[in-house]
């Protein structure tokens, strides 16, 4: 069946949650290591409520799914207000990005990641390093006619290059601003397998 928009949104969503939740449950595998038992608890209690609210937005969803006719779901077109990077030499990995304290960065693309991790590391603070992707500025206030960038705030980021030069490029921003991140290429559906159980 083809997609409408909505439906797209709803997996667009999906999608986002599920990153979001693998970050959580990073996060408490580096905080259970660390015998850092009172943080690993609350996130997975913050894990406990995220599943909970997936829950109520896969009901959205059937519900959407089967209690709208089809000619009227055909007719809502959602169009994104962003470009979404097609870099083939990125489409089967992902980035995990570790800060000094034990955040995980790992979102649904490793150019989502790359730009969360700029965002992280403070925008301002990496622009003035004059990196630059492609002979294109990573950091600049003006869209680019060919190149995929993303959003971040007022800037738009340059997320068009391999998973393997986004790592590299992370690590030397990182080097530069004194902040030793670790930074892993992984399988795009690669999860973290932290349970309640570990505890």
């Known amino acids: 069946m083809k997609s409408d928009g909505v439906s797209t949104a709803f997996s667009m969503i999906m999608e986002e949650i599920s ?12 905080a259970f290591k660390n015998s850092k038992y009172s943080d690993a608890q609350k ?29 009227t779901r055909k007719r809502v077109k959602i169009e994104p207000s962003y470009s979404i990077p097609t870099h083939s030499k990125s489409a089967k990995t992902n980035l995990r990005i570790t800060t000094p ?14 730009v969360d991790a700029i965002e ?39 997320t068009h290059s391999s998973t393997e030069s986004k790592k590299n490029l992370l690590l030397k921003i990182g080097e530069a601003l004194g902040e030793d991140l670790e930074v892993e290429i992984i399988e795009k559906n690669e999860q973290p ?7």
């Not at 990153?19 to 580096?30: D, H, R, S, T």
């Not at 649904?108 to 790359?114: D, F, G, S, V």
């Not at 950091?139 to 971040?152: A, V």
Request: charge should be neutral; proline fraction near 2%; glycine fraction near 10%.
């Open 120 to 158: 992280f590391l403070g925008i301002e603070k990496v622009k003035p390093l004059g990196h630059k992707v492609n002979g294109v500025d990573l950091i600049s206030k003006n869209k680019h006619e060919k190149y995929g960038q993303n959003m971040c705030g007022e800037y738009f980021i340059c």
């Open 101 to 114: 304290s034990g955040r995980v960065i790992q979102r649904p693309t490793a150019a989502k990641a790359l």
């Open 19 to 30: 990153a979001v939740a693998e970050q959580l449950n990073q996060e408490g595998i580096n």
């Open 43 to 71: 996130l997975s209690e913050s894990g406990k409520e995220l599943d909970i609210f997936k829950e109520k937005l896969e009901a959205l969803q059937k519900d959407w799914n089967s209690g709208v006719n089809i000619s």
């Open 193 to 199: 397998d932290f349970r309640e159980g570990q505890l």
